[in-house]
């Protein structure tokens, strides 16, 4: 099983649609949850960090479910910029240091 | 203000050459990460080093050797290049973990590697 696995998508919405997808990980030990996203050709770019209680930044909301081993990020009134690969990273082992990608989640929004 | 830099952001070169990808952060941070990501778009972990010391290091080729004189600095010497080492190599730099939690890492705009 992979350390982190994501619904590749594509998940095509109209603007102002409310869109959302999860991450599954497998070490149940993990204790730190990203969500960075990846424009075309471009770096990372951090979105959130994902808390324990769940959080909101703005129109993006993540939450964490430890007993079902998944993350999730929700975005409400898509914006065409939201268009990008939504990445999912968690740290994998006891190692501090490493942290694990997931391949992305793509999400295009459309006028 | 460049926080994490990578230079070149394009390199071309033929088979069997030798080339290296420098990277320098000005984040303070004491940690610089080595990632590739290939066609399929899976970013993976090369190396890393805490402080001038490794601490990861992924089953990679010894061909491709890292290199960190301080630790605002962390290149990457490739050997021999081959084909499937055709990918975009990313830098990267975090703070220390803080109470066992991993903190967010910051990337350099990519290396475009081909290999002709």
């Known amino acids: 099983r992979k350390e982190v696995e994501q619904d590749p998508g594509p998940f095509n919405v109209p603007e102002g649609a409310t869109v959302a997808f999860n991450c599954t990980y497998s070490n149940s030990a993990s204790q730190s949850f990203f969500w960075y996203r990846q424009d075309c050709r471009k770096e990372p770019k951090l979105l959130m960090s994902v808390y324990s209680s769940g959080n909101e930044d703005g129109r993006f909301t993540a939450q964490l479910n430890r007993a079902s081993q998944y993350i999730s990020l929700l975005i409400r009134d898509s914006k065409l910029s939201d268009s990008a690969t939504y990445l999912c990273?968690?740290?994998?082992?006891?190692?501090?240091?490493?942290?694990?990608f997931g391949a992305g989640t793509t999400v295009t929004v459309r006028a | 203000d460049t926080a994490v830099s990578q230079t070149p952001k394009y390199l071309v070169t033929q088979m069997g050459n030798d080339k290296s990808i420098k990277c320098e952060q000005n984040?303070?941070?004491?940690?610089m990460y080595w990632y590739k990501q290939d066609s399929k778009k899976f970013l993976k972990i090369m190396f890393s080093?805490?402080?001038?010391?490794?601490?990861i290091n992924e089953t990679v080729p010894n061909r491709f050797s890292p290199k960190s004189p301080d630790k605002a600095h962390l290149n990457l010497h490739i050997n021999s290049l081959e084909l499937g080492d055709s990918a975009v190599y990313f830098c990267?730099?975090?703070?220390?973990?803080?109470?066992?939690?991993?903190?967010?890492?910051?990337f350099g705009d990519g290396t475009r590697l081909s290999i002709l």
């Open positions: 990267a730099s975090s703070q220390d973990p803080a109470g066992g939690y991993n903190q967010p890492q910051h």
């Open positions: 080093y805490n402080n001038k010391e490794l601490i």
């Open positions: 984040l303070g941070h004491d940690t």
């Open positions: 990273v968690v740290n994998p082992s006891s190692n501090d240091y490493k942290l694990s």
